[in-house]
Nanobody, 124 residues
Framework: HVQPVESGGGLVQAGGSLRLSCEASRTLSSINAVAWYRQPPGKEREFVASIARGGTTTYADSVKGRFTISRDKELNTVYLQMNSLKAEDTAVYYC??????????????????WGQGTQVTVSS
């Protein structure tokens, strides 16, 4: 596949957990960084977390301490472990690969490399 492929979304109660998977389109060692974004209903897409080739991670303030981004180089897969989920985490979650980091460590997405998304719904 030429785009990353997300999976793992679903319906969960508030306080619960989910793990999302992003199968990269090529080997992780060849990708500068991979990030997770989300788009809540009626809102714009927003950054959630990223992991650089060297392993450095960054998170949005809204998910720090609850979400963890990780990777399995053998499987070329990036994960997003989401704990203590809240209703406001409800969104379509997208994977983006090959973005860059700009000043301040902010991740700039690769506009040509979005997955199809996976729906996460948190019931309160």
């Amino acid at each position: 596949h030429v785009q990353p492929v997300e999976s793992g979304g679903g319906l969960v109660q508030a306080g619960g957990s989910l793990r999302l998977s992003c199968e990269a389109s090529r080997t992780l060692s060849s990708i500068n960084a991979v990030a997770w974004y989300r788009q809540p209903p009626g809102k714009e897409r927003e950054f959630v977390a990223s992991i650089a080739r060297g392993g450095t991670t960054t998170y949005a303030d809204s998910v720090k301490g609850r979400f963890t981004i990780s990777r399995d180089k053998e499987l070329n897969t990036v994960y997003l472990q989401m704990n203590s989920l809240k209703a406001e985490d409800t969104a379509v979650y997208y994977c983006n690969e090959g973005g860059t980091y700009v000043s301040g460590g902010r991740y700039l997405p690769n506009r040509r490399s979005w997955g199809q998304g996976t729906q996460v719904t948190v019931s309160s």
